[in-house]
């Protein structure tokens, strides 16, 4: 079946006066499906960003991530800061033209990586002081200096600044980073001000606690943003806490505007999500797991590691379209992983990408036609009796 195009169908919930404009085509349950149209471009949702945190998809080339059904990609505030430097990207041209990629670009505020990878940190009500992962220099994050380096990068899509808190956590640390965040978005908008074509995301905080992320959310909404992202998850609770915590949101977000689920997630976690209502997900999870020989398939999840593959003759799919996946034989991908060849990391980088991206368009044609719950069951069911099978032959 040949997914529709986003100008084919009746434009719901569409301004065409607005350079940044989100519209719904159809729905399923909570589940709906549409676009994102930007002057770089559309985006087609529910929609997975590959993450190219230094302005690289790792072992991808652009027009490979293109060529995939990727529409935006994702850069990382944090380490674009350290190196190359905002100042220095923007003399370059910003970064579309310094990574060659021409659609749409979101980059994230960097809150999450100050926390989680910097060291010495002091935060305060000013923003996060921190010294460098790389170098050990001094920096200074506000919010105001985090709108204006994702300026200076040039981004389409730019993320307030938070505080993100691991779970579990105490709900008195939750509920302060909560309110700071809740400041930073109103410093953060006010930053930002007015781009034409471009737009700012709040980040809807508060852990687990159901009563705190609905006020989170009542709170960004009041600011009236272009889109709204649930930050906070998928990092350490339990993948029914993070469902809950969306079916707890997803009520007091507006329809006629994107929902951005960061950091997420496996394919189970994506669809599961799509069908509470989630437009947007970006994760390092398949360029991760092709850099350590993990494959992600119809077939379900392969370790390339194990000595099971040493003589298989099969390709990973011979159903797929990516020819990492159709031209190669798992014999010569456990040989490339086993002997640490760069080779074997970017052809299953380049098979999780498109697998990600094929789930992706299928969940997109599900919901046009009303059976997103059929697709997901079904997707579920081959995993299931792959990995039977790959028991039995074990």
């Known amino acids: 079946m040949t997914e529709p195009s986003p100008t084919e169908a009746s434009p719901t ?13 159809a729905t399923d349950g909570p589940a709906r499906t549409g676009a994102i149209t930007m002057p770089r471009g559309v985006i087609r949702t529910p929609a997975f960003m590959p ?10 080339y652009p027009d490979q991530v293109r060529a995939l059904g990727a529409d ?81 990068l040039g ?26 965040s809740l400041r930073w978005a109103e410093r953060c908008r006010v930053a930002f001000g007015t781009q034409p074509g471009k737009a700012m995301f709040g980040i809807v905080q508060g852990g687990d606690v159901p009563a705190l992320r609905v006020e989170s959310a009542q709170a960004l909404v009041a600011l009236d943003l272009k889109g709204y992202a649930i930050g906070g998850l ?19 977000l507006p329809r006629a505007k994107p929902r951005y689920l960061m950091g997420v997630g496996t394919p ?29 398939t119809r077939h379900g999840r392969i370790n390339l590691r194990n000595a099971r593959h040493a003589e298989d003759t099969r390709p990973l799919d011979e159903t797929s379209s990516c020819p990492a996946a159709r031209d190669y034989s798992r014999a010569y991908l456990h040989h490339l992983v086993r002997s640490d060849e760069i080779l074997g990391m970017m052809l299953l980088t380049w098979n999780n990408l498109a697998y990600y991206q094929d789930l992706m368009a299928g969940m997109r044609r599900a919901i046009a036609g009303g059976r997103l719950a059929d697709f997901s069951g079904e997707t579920r069911e081959a995993w299931a009796r792959a990995e039977a099978e790959r028991a039995a032959g074990a």
Not at 52 to 60: D, H, I, Q, S
Not at 90 to 111: C, K, N, Q, V, Y
């Open 13 to 25: 919930e569409f301004s065409p006066t607005d350079a940044f404009a989100f519209r719904v085509d």
């Open 51 to 60: 993450v190219g945190t230094a302005a690289t998809v790792k072992a991808m």
């Open 72 to 152: 935006v990609v994702l850069g990382n505030t944090y380490h674009l800061m350290l190196r190359p430097g905002p100042e220095r990207m923007a003399r370059l041209g910003g970064l579309h033209r310094f990574m060659g990629w021409e659609g749409p670009i979101l980059t994230d505020s960097g809150g999450f990586q100050v926390m989680s990878l910097a060291s010495l940190r002091k935060l305060d009500e000013k923003g996060v002081t921190f010294r460098s992962h790389v170098d050990g220099s001094a920096h200074h994050m506000s919010p105001e200096r985090s709108i204006e380096i994702q300026g200076l």
């Open 155 to 180: 981004s389409d899509i730019q993320m307030q600044l938070d505080e993100c808190v691991r779970l579990p956590a105490e709900p008195a640390e939750v509920e302060r980073a909560m309110r700071l």
């Open 234 to 252: 998928a990092v350490g609770e339990p993948q029914a806490v993070m469902l809950a915590m969306i079916e707890t949101v997803e009520p007091h």
């Open 268 to 296: 189970d976690d994506l669809m599961r999500s799509v069908a509470r209502g989630v437009d947007m997900f970006d994760c390092v999870m398949p360029t991760r797991a092709g850099r350590h020989g993990l494959a992600y």
